[in-house]
């Protein structure tokens, strides 16, 4: 073993040869990371406004989630389901809460996001209908059933057919969305604020509609909060700032600051009482590991002050960014924020970015989005304006 060297262009070529194609070539090595910085293999440092798909909620390293982990692991890190931890109630009471969610709701533990769709499409197919309404644009995951309610082409195409009937409406077109319910409806998917695709929010007057269409058929609102959940958006779930109320919703990528874990919430006792014994169930679901890096993850957030930062320097890119020649506009909330270009070159931008110190992505080619650690500071963030406004100064104009 100790014959395999550890240089960058080695681990590349040996990843080439391991693994499967899935995610293309890796574009760097990653050895550490210490708050909103990463560094690779070469030493390199690097500003990570990614923050591994909106999952890094604390930066890397939090001391806090650090010896919370380290903790639970020294002590009992996995029981099975047929048990249950103080970690696991407490987190579970602890999302109830946060949630605002009325007397009798309940809560569900899994590992992923997808998994927590899947659990939430299973009760809404358990409670008896059989159809399902989505949003043009939608991603909610890879598993088949996420997969059938998830828009993009390329990403279902290759895998039908699909376990469910959906029909997809535009995003924002009330009228469409009235039009797509039939008495089968078993329920409604949608993203508050639709990350793979761009960034792209729905209106108020949309989810109101949403909400609405649903009461009137008989069917449940899923709300699917696994990128705009726990604080991203400055509020604890973004529905809180849009005043409606889910019947079920998704949770995972930034609940456990980094440690894999998925949620999903019933909200009050009819939908809460969908599944009986047996009828859902996974192993890793709420183990006392991930559940001790939730509960320290949502505790650092409410002690430190970070809903506050999310909306302080959410609102500082926004202004910042919009007054940067070559940039069109500002999509998003707190520090889920897509930066519009006037030109298509976004998915050009990224690698340069890299190339400077800085990790985004583009999800469409007008568009680089930020989804950073939510302590993200003002001064962190302005090191990248200042970069891309360069750029766009050379390119983008
Ligand atoms: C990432 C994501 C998912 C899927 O989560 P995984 O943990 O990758 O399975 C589902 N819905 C939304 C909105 C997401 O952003």
Known sequence: ?????????????????????????????????????????????????????????????????????????????????????PEQVALAERLLEISGAPEGSKVFLCSTGTEAIEAALKMARRAGKTEFVALEGSFHGRTMGALAVTHKPAAREPYGPLPLETNFVPVNDEAALAAAFTPDTAALVLEPIQGESGVRPLTDAFLAEARRLCDQHGALLIVDEVQTGIARTGVWFAHQSHGFRPDIMALAKGLAGGFP????????????????????????????????????????????GILENVKAVGEHIREVASAIPGVSGVRGEGLMLGLALEKEIAVEAVPAALEAGFIVNAPRPDTIRLIPALNLTAEEADTFLDWLKGYLAKEGT
């Not at 262009?9 to 040996?14: C, S, Y």
């Not at 391991?18 to 030493?43: E, I, L, N």
């Not at 939908?271 to 679901?285: L, M, N, P």
Request: contains cysteine.
């Open 1 to 85: 073993m100790n014959a395999m060297p550890n240089d960058g262009a080695d681990l590349l070529t040996r990843y080439g040869e391991a693994f499967m194609a899935t995610y293309g070539p890796p574009q760097r090595v990653f050895v550490k990371g210490k708050g909103s910085y990463v560094w690779d293999v070469d030493g390199k440092r690097y500003l990570d406004l990614l923050g591994g798909i909106a999952v890094n909620a604390l930066g890397h390293a939090h001391p806090a989630w650090v010896k919370a982990v380290q903790d639970q692991a020294a002590t009992l890190a996995h029981v099975s389901n047929f048990f249950t931890t």
């Open 261 to 304: 874990i998925g949620a999903v919430i019933a909200y009050g006792p009819e939908v809460a009482g969908v599944f009986s014994k047996g009828d859902h169930g996974t192993t890793f679901g709420g183990n006392p590991l991930a559940c001790a890096a939730a509960l320290a993850t949502l505790d650092a957030i409410e002690q430190e």
